[in-house]
């Protein structure tokens, strides 16, 4: 049978085999017929995610996946030396994947000049993650002409470090970069000048655990990148969130979403709420002592399209401050989240019947949310298609069944280590939920009978 197949033949029905998670064992055991179909199977590859020591040769490695559009490489950090290991990996990837499109390689710091051949080499290159040491310069960022998004992560230098000015190397181009993110800026870095100045197509920002956004040139020039600003998130930065959110009240009009964990102060929020000019879809909050009521009351009466709302750990927000917001808002709520927050009896009730649009919920990590109220909320929600309850002690095998009768669209479903749900409840749930898809549980929860079942129906069930 082998022998009737030409390779283009079976190179083509390679190609057709179905992908993802639920399907990987299955094609795997496609490169175990012979070494004729591993050379084909792998000449079909596009994506490929490799896990590599000093001691892996690559080059030639990779010489045998002529499609290959994108490659994720991690380093194992077991072993002591791995300093050039990573530039080493950048001029492999740069000599055998022309046609690379996209390219992650985090946490080990490479050199400029392999990521010079890089970016030379696979002008194709539209997602590029990577790792940079100080001195900083983006220079070579010019010739990725079909970069869309870049990730760099700022490896901190032991001990005293003299930063050295590059803006003699700074650059003059308009990138065509549309997501930043950038991780682990300090104040006075050089280099972010150009940066700037250049994104001026950028549509998502993402900063995290950053000091600042460059020396006092950078900051000048901060703002050039804020026109046609959709998406800004700002994780674990510190003071700088306040400097941020007042340039985007005075530059930015386009904003439609908005992350901030864990910065800022109450003033800086309260000031970009009532004085900001966008009009916000989506706010995603985590400030565990810098939120309260009198915030999400100005949310609500100033983003009336809101259609996401996410808060976690917010725990000056008290459970009346939520309900006069939620009587206050729209009912066109798309997406609710209240993460570990302060969930006090009939509030549950009150957010159902006002958002009866939901389709996605989380309310995760609540010890106070007990079955007669979530049923009662699932009564109201029944447009639900996501739905998170993990680590909700509260719960038992009734909100379970309550949850596969009351909501038939239901795709995606997380009930990890809620303790009050049994294996039988998840089975009747796996057999009765027609639209689900995903299913997060504990492995001890699922019994033969509910894996039988998911693999009749196509139900992914990560089960830890």
């Not at 259609?307 to 939620?326: D, K």
Request: hydrophobic share 40%.
């Amino acid at each position: 049978m082998d022998s009737i197949l030409c390779d283009e033949l079976l190179e083509e029905v390679l190609c057709r085999l179905p992908r993802g998670p639920f399907f990987a064992p299955s094609i795997a055991v496609v490169s175990l017929v012979s070494k004729r179909w591993l050379r084909l199977y792998r000449s079909t590859k596009s994506h490929l995610f490799l896990r590599l020591s000093p001691d892996n040769g690559i080059s030639s490695f990779l010489s045998h996946f002529p499609r290959l559009s994108f490659l994720h490489i991690i380093i194992d950090r077991d072993h002591d030396n791995v300093s050039n290991f990573p530039d080493q990996i950048l001029l492999s990837v740069a000599s055998s994947c022309p046609k690379l499109k996209g390219f992650h390689l985090l946490h080990e710091p490479v050199s400029l000049f392999p990521l010079l051949s890089l970016s030379t080499s696979c002008p194709l290159l539209t997602s590029l993650s990577i790792s940079l040491s100080r001195p900083i310069s983006f220079h070579w960022l010019v010739f990725l002409h079909s970069l869309k998004k870049l990730t760099i992560d700022f490896s901190p230098v032991p001990g005293e470090f003299e930063q050295v000015d590059s803006s003699k190397r700074n650059f003059d181009a308009e990138l065509k970069l549309e997501t930043l993110v950038l991780d682990g800026i300090r104040r006075g870095d050089y280099g972010f000048d150009s940066l700037w100045k250049s994104c001026k197509n950028l549509k998502r920002l993402e900063l995290y655990h950053c000091e600042g956004i460059g020396d006092d040139s950078s900051v000048s020039s901060f703002v050039n990148c804020f026109n046609g600003l959709q998406e800004v998130e700002l994780r674990w930065c510190g003071s700088i969130v306040n400097d941020i959110l007042m340039r985007l009240v005075e530059n930015c009009t386009s904003l439609n979403s908005l992350l901030i964990h864990d910065g800022g102060s109450r003033e800086g929020l309260f000031h970009f709420i009532t004085q900001s000019r966008c009009k916000l879809q989506k706010l995603d909050l985590r400030l565990p002592l810098d939120l309260e009521d009198n915030h999400l009351l100005a949310v609500a009466e100033k983003f009336r399209g809101l259609s996401s709302l996410r808060l976690s750990s917010c725990f000056l927000v008290t459970a009346e401050g939520l309900r006069t917001m939620a009587l206050a808002m729209s009912n066109e709520l798309d997406e609710l989240a209240l993460v570990n927050c302060n969930l006090e009896p009939g509030l549950l009730t009150t957010l159902g019947q006002k958002f009866r649009n939901l389709r996605k919920l989380d309310l995760s990590y609540n010890e106070m949310v007990v079955d007669e109220e979530f049923i009662s909320m699932l009564a109201s929600c029944n447009c639900l298609r996501d739905l998170k309850v993990r680590v909700c002690d509260g719960l038992t095998d009734a909100s379970l069944v309550s949850l596969f009768k009351s909501c038939k669209q239901l795709e995606f479903v997380d009930i990890m280590n809620c303790p009050g749900i049994g294996a039988e409840a998840v089975e009747l749930f796996v057999l009765n939920c027609l639209q689900l898809g995903v299913l997060y549980v504990e492995e001890s929860k699922v019994s033969d009978v509910s894996r039988s079942w998911s693999l009749k129906k196509f139900i992914v069930v990560v089960a830890v």
